[in-house]
């Protein structure tokens, strides 16, 4: 165990080190303090504000409590807060930054409180859950014991009922209810309209020639399956990430799809050719700050002009690719409508049809939302391009 894997502190005399596991990347604390039940949220608030993270000996349900009690302190606006809201001259791209930094601080701080896991997943503390199955899912197989931070494991945990619940999909339901299992790490598909845009959009001709199509980027393998469910006959999807190589397997061996769906692990494009290239990129072109808002931020937009650039490579003559892109980062001027046509325009690709919808999830119609204004302009679309 390195030192840049490990924490280690003093506890009742004695030095003791366990793994460090963070999702999020971030390097192991270097002040460590105990903390039971007669710790206050007060000073634990202090305490994690200052940098010290906190390792739970007591009550694991009070920790529970005590980590709402530091998320209702962080959610109180201050006077600086208030006085940054006034702030008239304050545009999209300014809100964008300061909501994204104040997440980043919130999730710091919510992280500083630790809890110590075995090398079996089980924590031993009072009124501790069983969380051996969650945690088996998210990180495998463990050697040593572990120190985690109480958000992750709670989202680990969340993370595990989504997976045993599954996600209902409307349009794979008609006859019988079909639901895509997320796993950890891997975005759950539960903004429904890109999966709407790829069932409605027409089918290109080309598919009668050659009836093999691509899904970029798999993930949890819904926009294969629904290919499969409209008879295209051959699909090859994929993705570098494990854990998206997995769900997607999942939920494809769970469908009557599996014989016409095949898995690739790859950076984008397979080695051929095909008739139907099908992309849901990650949407807003920002630095993502832990592995599963990969599935939303995309830095540069490196995955989308990756895409792009080797699209002529890859697309039959008459063929199409159908790009599923949400224009929220224009409405936050992090990207422009012009510089996307511009890019399909340097890719050699033309827009032959796009097919809009209005997003209809919660944060369109929550008014407190810091992004609220750009959120409720969002249009999602599906689009058709194909060679010049």
């Known amino acids: 165990m390195s030192p840049d894997q490990s924490i280690s502190w003093e506890e009742d005399g004695v030095s003791h080190s366990a793994f460090w596991r963070s999702e999020n990347g971030i390097r192991p604390h ?14 634990a608030y202090r305490m994690a504000c200052e940098g010290t993270a906190i390792l739970w000996r007591g009550d694991f349900q009070n920790a529970r409590q005590l980590l709402q009690a530091l998320a209702r302190r962080l959610d109180k606006p201050s006077k600086k807060s208030q006085r940054v809201k006034k702030e008239p001259n304050q545009g999209p791209l300014d809100l964008f930054n300061l909501h994204r930094l104040a997440q980043s601080q ?85 903004r429904g309209e890109y999966i709407d845009l790829v069932n409605q959009a027409p ?15 798999v993930g949890t393998g819904i926009l294969s399956i629904i290919l499969a469910s409209r008879g295209v006959v051959k699909i090859i999807a994929t993705d570098l990430d494990p854990r ?14 599996a014989g016409q769906i095949e898995l690739l692990k790859t950076g984008v494009f397979p080695p051929s050719k095909a008739a139907l290239i099908v992309c849901n990129p990650p949407w807003l072109p920002a630095r993502p700050s832990s592995s599963i808002e990969g599935a939303v931020y995309d830095p540069n937009s490196q995955m989308l002009k990756g895409f792009l650039s080797q699209l002529k490579d890859h697309l039959l003559p008459e063929g199409e690719a159908w790009l599923v892109l949400s224009d929220l980062a224009e409405h936050l001027g992090l990207r422009s409508r012009r510089e996307l046509e511009l890019w399909f325009d340097e890719a050699g690709m033309k827009v032959i049809h796009r097919i809009d919808t209005r997003p209809h999830h919660q944060k369109v119609f929550d008014q407190a939302d810091a992004l609220h204004t750009a959120r409720s302009k969002e249009v999602t679309s599906l689009w058709r391009l194909s060679l010049k």
């Not at 020639?209 to 970029?216: E, G, L, S, T």
């Open 30 to 43: 270097q002040k460590l303090v105990i903390g039971d039940d007669t710790l206050t949220a007060d000073a």
């Open 106 to 190: 919130r999730a710091r701080i919510l992280g500083m409180l630790l809890i110590e896991c075995n090398a079996d997943h089980h924590i031993h503390l009072r009124r501790a859950p069983d969380i051996a199955q969650a945690c088996q899912e998210a990180y495998g197989n463990t050697q040593s014991s572990y120190l985690v931070s109480l958000r992750e494991l709670l989202g680990v945990v969340g993370a595990h009922e989504w997976r045993k619940k599954g996600v209902l999909i409307p349009a794979l339901s008609a006859e019988k209810a079909f639901y895509i299992h997320p796993h950890y790490g891997v975005f759950s598909p539960i």
């Open 203 to 217: 089918l290109p001709k080309a598919l009668s020639k050659n009836a093999i199509a691509f899904d970029i980027g």
């Open 244 to 257: 998206a190589l997995d769900c997607a397997k999942d939920n494809i061996d769970r469908s009557e799809f």
